[in-house]
């Protein structure tokens, strides 16, 4: 009974550790109650950042879900294309749980500083909201506003204008993160092989003497003049 007994506490106390650091673990998607919230249009609070996340730029195959969403002028709410886009971008981050938004707002060079800053924040927030209205979680969410200080188009056009009003993201793929491109091993100099060659030396016979030659003529000569 006592045998039993202590087994039954050694599993109640790792049960206990395991729904512990399951819970630490935070949950990727959005609760009932805080989609409840976004599609209410209320605000829901941003988490601190936690140190040594680093947003990067969207791979060039992510960037075309994580396209930019552009506004009405003095508008935050988001156009029926933008919320096409974002549908995408919600079942993207669906799909990675452990990846990160950063959403930069815009706007154009019209307004003062501080009320650009004002309504750059409102349109990234409302990006957010609506990524939390279809199922992400709030934590994996931040926002950023640049007002009018980061355009795109510096022409005093409509055109350009409109370029300038947008939500921009940046992202931070965490453990999902996409490995640097393999660099290839630079090449080896190659080394020069010297190999041993074994010479063997043969005799050379020597022709055989011609008689009419300079050198037989001058020793007969040299002998007929001693």
Known sequence: MRKNL??????????????????????????????RMAL???????????????????????????????????????????QEVLEGIAAWMLDRPETRLKIEGHCDERGTKEYNMAL???????????????????????????GEEAPVCRESTEECWARNRRAEFLV???????????????????????????VVEEPVPLPPEDPDSPRRRRRVIDRYYQ
Do not use: M, N
């Open 120 to 146: 750059g924040e409102r349109r990234a927030l409302s990006v957010r909201t609506h990524l939390i209205g279809l199922g992400v979680a709030p934590h994996r969410l931040h926002t950023v506003s640049y």
């Open 6 to 35: 202590t087994w039954g506490l050694a599993i109640l106390a790792a049960g206990t550790i395991f729904a512990a650091g399951c819970a630490s673990k935070p949950r990727p998607t959005a609760t009932p109650e805080e989609q």
């Open 172 to 198: 931070d793929y965490g453990e999902a993160a996409t490995p640097p491109e393999a660099i290839p091993p630079a090449p080896r100099e190659a080394a020069a092989v010297f190999e041993a060659t074994p």
């Open 40 to 82: 209410e249009g209320w605000d829901i609070p941003l988490d601190p950042l936690t140190e040594g996340i680093a947003f990067v730029e969207p791979t060039a195959e992510d960037a075309l879900i994580l396209q930019t969403i552009y506004f009405d002028f003095d508008r935050s709410e988001i156009k029926p294309e933008g």
